[in-house]
């Protein structure tokens, strides 16, 4: 079968669903690829006519708000300690670094750090139960919740599909390029989030700390 046949077979609520699903855990506070599973669908809605483009954009914002929201209320309830069980079954998105530089953001930036870590990885998976761990006022939170929800979801949504739908001119002949695309613009954006993620949770010097000392050849 063609892969775009194949394509055309997926139904387009599953599409729906699976967008919700894992973009819903990812902002609960499980590590799941939300921003893969997103780009990925908006690519395929623009070359799938029955996936429909507004439907996928409220499903994605649907699941980012109310993923949030149950992970503030399990970080409310759980405390410090759940951090350090998540810690130690996560250690690469929970370690000590990682929570370190979350805190930092949200001490300074309060709820802003809500609203603009829907656009970072690591910021998005730490949001809604760091909030709640840290006991940040609920009509605070929901507001940047739902603003960054929207935000980041419908544009992404909107302006990937926009993407697709140009780029589909060239690739009509070539429909597994489309999906070639698909994947490799999710895993470049992953590994960048990544990187910089990394880069944020690394401790930086302070002015006090001696100069390095070269070794001796």
């Known amino acids: 079968m063609h892969v775009q046949e194949w394509l055309e077979t ?14 819903g855990l990812e902002s609960l506070g499980i ?5 893969i599973v997103l780009v990925s669908s908006a690519l395929l809605a623009s070359q799938h006519g029955d996936i429909n483009p507004y439907i996928l954009g409220a499903c994605a914002t649907a699941g980012a708000i109310i993923g949030d ?16 069980r998540l810690g130690g079954k996560f250690p690469k998105h929970f370690g000590e670094a990682q929570i370190a530089m979350a805190e930092r953001s949200f001490q300074k930036w309060g709820m802003w750090a809500v609203f603009f870590g829907r656009f970072v990885a690591l910021l998005r998976i730490f949001a809604g139960p760091l909030a ?23 544009g992404t949504t ?59 050849e």
């Not at 989030?193 to 944020?200: C, E, I, V």
């Open 10 to 23: 997926v139904p387009a609520v599953s599409v729906y669903l699976l967008v919700g699903v894992v973009i």
């Open 31 to 35: 590590p799941l690829p939300g921003e």
């Open 69 to 84: 929201s149950i992970g503030y209320a399990i970080g409310r309830k759980g405390g410090r300690p759940l951090l350090a």
């Open 132 to 154: 709640g761990v840290l006991h940040m006022p609920y009509w605070k939170f929901l507001i940047a919740n739902v603003l960054g929800g929207i935000l980041w979801a419908g």
């Open 158 to 216: 909107a302006v990937v599909y926009s993407v697709g739908v140009v780029a589909e001119a060239w690739l009509k002949r070539f429909s597994w390029l489309g999906l070639l695309l698909a994947v490799l613009i999710g895993i470049v954006s992953m590994l960048v989030l990544r990187n910089r993620a990394k880069k944020a949770g690394e401790p930086k010097p302070s002015a006090g700390d001696p100069e390095p000392v070269p070794a001796a």
